[in-house]
């Protein structure tokens, strides 16, 4: 297991059984790196191939980096003699990638003549498609209407990307990054069980620039983890997820809406335009409290004998203040304490005074917590509950822990209106 100090690596599809359906097509060699990227995400893979993708991906290969069942042959008397049934029933999700034009059209049609298309027919678990072939292949009407049929039947499309193909032309068609098609998988099975589906959940990351010139601007550290783990464990529950960030996020945030900010007053702008019918707020962007009261509309040069300068600077607003202080407000309000010195005092503090659910005391200068790093030390903290001191986790674990808490107060019941010590609440 990778260690990012000190504390386990995340397993997000932990007890989760993928079948991995692999088509023929050039893009089959990268049904390699998808099955290792499932299995280290902590599923147990089993690989179903047609006739066709042996060839291009020999079973062999696989078998070398799973630990289910690697198949491409409906006759084999080694495995079970159903074995597609047996595949099939005890999927958690079926993910087909890549998948050519046939095999599609098998899929849309109900044909099974294959382990993947005959596994698709006697599964109930939610199933992916990452559709991979030559663009004009693929803007063929027979398999644009076969890709209808199956969005109608709730089958997810993963891709295909924009780029080069495998005969030299650019255009639509290539295989989805494996990265993303790990990000779907994940999605899919949050959408058919998480904790948090059905709702809407909006996150902030990242730290705000406030121009001083235009080539200079007052910054901080964060590096938006935080944020993206946050994202990324919401998705993995089920929640439509839409990120307001200022830094671009890692590839496999797949299905989260992403919304680039530069500034805090843009920040605060997407974020109101976004708070209709949200479920819950979490503020782990490092916003600017100040910006330079005025921005210099060209790059500021320096005087001659000139010993230093002062910057005037203004206040911006509190966006989660105000956000957790509106009248009515019906969502679950979540801040981050980034604090050097007296973490509990002034999270608590910070807690009361921007009338939150919940605060995430973060010690910003301990080792292995806080800007930049993988891995975060930090403790929960609600209104009139023991804070909730967490171990050294990976920042997907701590953002875990903090949407399981978020779902159980949602399922706790309708909230009351305003902020927590408002009077009516
Ligand atoms: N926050 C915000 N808007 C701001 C400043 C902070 O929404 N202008 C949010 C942050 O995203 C975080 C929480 O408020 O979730 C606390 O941020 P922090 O910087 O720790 O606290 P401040 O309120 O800025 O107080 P101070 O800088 O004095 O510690």
Redesign the pocket.
């Known amino acids: 297991m990778n260690e990012a100090g000190g504390a386990p690596s995340p397993q997000p599809l932990r007890e989760r059984r993928i079948v991995l359906g692999v088509s023929g097509s050039i893009a089959a060699y990268r049904a390699f790196e998808i099955a290792r990227r499932l299995q280290e995400a902590g599923a147990t893979v089993d690989v179903a191939l047609t006739p066709n993708a042996s060839r291009f991906a020999p079973s062999f290969t696989f078998r070398n980096l799973v630990g289910g069942v690697v198949s491409d042959d409906l006759w084999t008397t080694d495995e079970d003699p159903e074995l597609h049934v047996a595949l099939g029933r005890g999927a958690d999700a079926l993910v087909i990638a890549p998948a050519s034009a046939t095999t599609i059209a098998k899929l849309a049609n109900g044909i099974g003549d294959n382990l993947p298309s005959l596994t698709a027919l006697a599964t109930t678990a939610p199933i992916a498609v990452a559709p991979a072939m030559d663009s004009v292949m693929f803007a063929n009407p027979a398999v644009q209407a076969n890709l209808e049929t199956l969005k109608s039947r709730e089958v997810m499309i993963v891709g295909p990307a924009r780029g080069r193909l495998a005969s030299g032309h650019v255009g639509l068609g290539r295989l989805a990054e494996p990265a993303e098609i790990v990000g779907a998988t994940r999605a899919l099975l949050g959408r058919r069980d998480g904790a948090l589906r059905s709702r809407h959940v909006l996150v ?1 990351a990242g730290g705000t620039r406030e121009a001083i010139d235009p080539v200079r601007y007052v910054g901080n550290r964060s590096s938006g983890r935080m944020g993206f783990a946050l994202a990324a464990a919401a998705r993995d529950r089920g929640a439509a997820v839409t990120l307001v960030s200022t830094q671009e996020p890692p590839a496999g945030l797949y299905g989260v809406i992403v919304v680039r900010v530069e500034t ?1 007053a843009e ?2 702008a997407a974020v109101a335009k976004r708070r209709e019918g949200i479920d819950a707020l979490i ?7 100040y910006r330079p009261a005025s921005v210099a509309a060209e790059k500021m040069k320096k005087e001659p004998g000139e010993a230093g300068r002062t910057l005037a600077l203004e206040k ?8 957790a202080g509106a009248a009515g407000r019906r969502f679950v309000t ?6 050097t010195e007296d973490l509990l005092a ?1 999270a608590s503090r ?1 807690l009361q ?2 009338g939150l659910d919940l ?2 005391a973060n010690d910003v200068s301990a080792a292995g917590s806080g800007f930049g790093s993988e891995t975060n030390a930090v403790t929960l903290l609600a209104p009139g509950e023991e804070p909730e001191a967490l171990p050294l986790l990976h920042k997907y674990d701590v953002a875990c822990t903090i949407l399981d808490r978020v779902a159980a107060q949602l399922d706790a019941g309708p909230l009351r209106d305003g902020p927590i010590d408002a009077p009516g609440r």
């Open positions: 902030t805090a920040m605060q503020m782990a962007a490092a916003v600017a409290d911006t607003a509190d966006i989660l203040a105000e956000m979540v801040g981050f304490a980034a604090e002034n910070k005074a921007k605060i995430v």
